[in-house]
């Protein structure tokens, strides 16, 4: 499966950057989401202070190779030299096979404007039933595994054992007509039934701002009222934004019982009387 390694070039400065280096299996649809000021946090500031960039180098390598061609790229300090708006005779992205930039002419100004516009309304919701294995579990897999960083696990025994809770309805999917899933999560629940934790939950870049996590959410917390729904967010993920945007409850940090990792403990609202 092919990787790419891309860079994107800022049309003014953002304080003293004026490049971002980034790496993705799927270039058009990494790029719409820095459009809409996902993907990192300087892509994000970039759309909040106004400042439109454009692609200004690509280079295609394998998935496996791609996020270290990228360490690669960015250790060499001066990402101007790879530009093709900053150098008249640009480098190529070391370790990879260049692709001019005309192949995907793609600029945020252009793009910014086209991004999201579907109708949220078009979006289905619902808790899975086993009739759904066939048409959610294949897509849920490939979701995850595209998202696997910002998410910070697979499930143990990888994707695939989401099928028990997709048969169970444990799984909240998101649809874009009938046949394009865009976003999920599934959930477990103690024996007594009164807490439910949300173990994952994630929505394709591209549609990414659109509400549809908070939808999900909503839609887990609609049939289990009785439940206190809760999850627990490692503390270097973009996800902990998502969680306080959406109204939950900040409770406790604690370290993970094996890795040592720092996890946030929040509380959704519903039973609080606050939704």
Not at 60 to 79: D, G, H, I, P, V
């Amino acid at each position: 499966m092919p990787g790419y390694v891309y860079l994107i070039h800022f049309n003014d400065y953002l304080h003293h950057a004026r490049h971002y280096l980034g790496c993705t299996p799927n270039v058009l649809r990494r790029l719409t989401a820095h459009a809409k000021g996902h993907g990192s946090r300087l892509c994000k500031a970039l759309k909040e202070e106004g400042i439109e960039w454009k692609l200004g180098a690509l280079g295609s390598t394998t998935l496996k190779n791609m996020r270290k061609l990228e360490r690669t790229a960015k250790a060499w300090k001066s990402a101007g030299r790879f530009c093709e708006y900053c150098s008249e005779c640009p480098l190529p992205l070391p370790g990879t096979t260049p692709i001019s930039t005309l192949a995907i002419p793609f600029d945020s100004r252009s793009y910014r404007l086209a991004v999201g516009k579907f109708d949220i309304g078009s979006i289905s919701v619902w808790l899975t039933q086993a009739r759904d294995i066939d048409l959610v579990l294949p897509q849920a897999v490939a979701l995850t595994r595209e998202n696997t960083d910002e998410l910070g696990f697979i499930p143990i025994g990888g994707p695939y054992s989401m099928r028990t809770e997709i048969a169970n309805g444990q799984f909240c999917v998101a649809f874009e007509g009938e046949q394009k899933l865009v976003g999920h999560a599934y959930f477990t629940q103690s024996v007594d039934r009164k807490t439910l934790t949300i173990q994952q939950c994630v929505v394709a870049e591209e549609y990414r701002g659109s509400g549809i996590g908070r939808k999900i959410v909503e839609e887990i917390a609609r049939n289990n009222k009785n439940s206190l729904i809760q999850c627990n967010v490692r503390d270097d993920l973009p996800a902990n934004e998502f969680w306080k945007a959406i109204g939950c409850m900040h409770i406790a940090q604690r370290p993970h019982k094996t890795s040592g990792n720092l996890l946030n403990l929040y509380h959704y609202p519903h039973m609080y009387g606050a939704v």
